[in-house]
């Protein structure tokens, strides 16, 4: 959705990016936030998260499971789980410019046509429905995060001259 608002020389115009419906999936979460059947190796280390949620006794409301060493001998490993299912609900506020025209009676003093100055900013903020979400949203097809990094933030500021 874009919209543009004008006045007096002056103009905001923004872009709302938006999904709503879908989910994603985690497919590294076995891996981040295991539950401890893979045993303690580079690929079965335990994150904080885990450590801090885990469920411990009968009443504990938590997504995360009871943890449970069994070691790498057994043959058992992390398992996908629904707890790696994610909400992918989003509005992400992807371009705003902010420019201001000078007035066209003073260009032709100077013999310039135009004088714009503007700032223009992407991707400044994302609203996620899932706050355990902790990828970028904005997904391909598939669904799944893959570990993609989020959208960069950028800044500009600049003039447009026209003689």
Known sequence: MTNTLSFK??????????NFGNKVYDGWGTFIHPDGTSGFNQTGKISRYTYDHRWRKPGDVTDVPKLTYVGSQTGLTNQNSSRFLYDGDYIRL???TLAYNL?????GRIGMSNVKVYFRANNLVTWV??????YDPE????????????LFKT?????DISF
């Not at 007035?103 to 260009?107: G, L, N, T």
């Open 9 to 18: 020389g002056i103009s905001l115009s923004f872009q709302l990016f938006f």
């Open 94 to 96: 992807r371009d705003v």
């Open 103 to 107: 007035p066209r009676q003073w260009m």
């Open 129 to 134: 429905k899932d706050k355990r979400l902790m």
């Open 139 to 150: 997904m391909p097809v598939t669904g799944d995060t893959d570990q993609r990094a989020p």
């Open 155 to 159: 800044m500009l500021a600049g003039i």
